[in-house]
C-alpha cells in the first residue's frame, strides 16, 4: 500500500514563506504527475500546483503564479511546494497527490490522481 506524507505546514504570518513536501512510502510505485491542491474552510478543494515528470513540466493555478514553486525527485517519488509572499486567503489544507496511471484527464483536476496525501495545516495570519 502506497502512502503519501506530507509535512511542512504551519503558522505563517503574511509575507512569510513556507515549504511543504510529500513522500510516498510503502511499496515503490512510479508516478506520471504529482500535484498540490488545497481546501479552505467551507470551500471546495481546489488545484494549487502540479508537476509532470515527463520534460519536467510544471502547472500554475493563477492565484500563486509566481508565488510558488512545485519541484521534486521523479526517482524518490518526492515533491516540494515552495511558497512565498503568503496571504491569509492562502490559508487551507494542503494535499498531495501522485497520479500513477497516467491518467488523461486535465492535470488541474482532481480526476487525474489516484493517491492522495491526509493534508497539511498551513494559515497565515495577517
Known amino acids: 500500500q502506497v502512502q503519501l506524507v506530507e509535512s511542512g505546514g504551519g503558522l505563517v504570518q503574511a509575507g512569510g514563506s513556507l515549504r511543504l513536501s510529500c513522500a510516498a512510502s510503502?511499496?515503490?510505485?512510479?508516478?506520471?504527475?504529482m500535484g498540490w491542491f488545497r481546501q479552505a474552510p467551507g470551500k471546495e478543494r481546489e488545484f494549487v500546483a502540479a508537476?509532470?515528470?515527463?520534460?519536467?513540466?510544471?502547472y500554475y493555478a493563477d492565484s500563486v503564479k509566481g508565488r510558488v514553486t512545485i519541484s521534486g525527485d521523479n526517482a524518490k517519488n518526492t515533491v516540494y511546494l515552495q511558497m512565498n509572499s503568503l496571504k491569509p486567503e492562502d490559508t487551507a489544507v494542503y494535499y498531495c497527490?501522485?497520479?500513477?496511471?497516467?491518467?488523461?484527464?486535465?492535470?488541474?483536476?482532481?480526476?487525474?490522481?489516484?493517491?492522495w496525501g491526509q493534508g497539511t495545516q498551513v494559515t497565515v495570519s495577517s
Open positions: 508537476i509532470r515528470w515527463t520534460r519536467g513540466i510544471t
Open positions: 510503502g511499496r515503490t510505485f512510479s508516478s506520471y504527475a
Open positions: 497527490a501522485a497520479d500513477t496511471t497516467n491518467n488523461p484527464a486535465l492535470i488541474q483536476t482532481m480526476g487525474r490522481y489516484d493517491h
